[in-house]
């Protein structure tokens, strides 16, 4: 199992940017995939979950939105009207289970991407 995000980068407040992970392994249509980020001098929060539905925090509901593409076994975090306090590194991950947990937390997934880096300028 690999996952593989990129497509962070540098945005005005206001922005928009569309994340990918790219997944190998599993198929990413079968089973429970979650981003995660990581700010600086915090810890680790869980920002969405998805399998069948999606489950989105308080923090990013209405801005951001996932989406996956079966072919390219690709998930895609498209974030909207980005705040400052969005930047963060931002992480996928699964743990190879259908549906999501109950909560979004670090430790019910096993299998972590590398990261990307998220910079929201005021």
């Known amino acids: 199992v690999q996952l593989q995000a990129s497509g962070g980068g540098v945005v005005q407040s206001g922005g928009s940017l569309r994340l990918s992970c790219a997944a190998s392994g599993f198929p990413v249509r079968d089973y429970a995939v979650a981003w995660f980020r990581q700010a600086p001098g915090k810890d680790r929060e869980g920002i969405v979950c998805t399998d069948t539905n999606t489950y989105y925090e308080t923090s990013v509901k209405g801005r951001f939105t996932v989406s996956r593409d079966n072919a390219k076994n690709t998930m895609y975090l498209q974030m909207s009207s980005l705040k400052p306090e969005d930047t963060a590194v931002y992480y996928c991950?699964?743990?190879?289970?259908?549906?999501?947990?109950?909560?979004?937390?670090?430790?019910?997934?096993?299998?972590w991407g590398q990261g990307t880096l998220v910079t929201v300028s005021s």
């Open positions: 991950a699964t743990d190879l289970s259908l549906r999501c947990p109950p909560a979004t937390l670090v430790g019910h997934f096993g299998s």
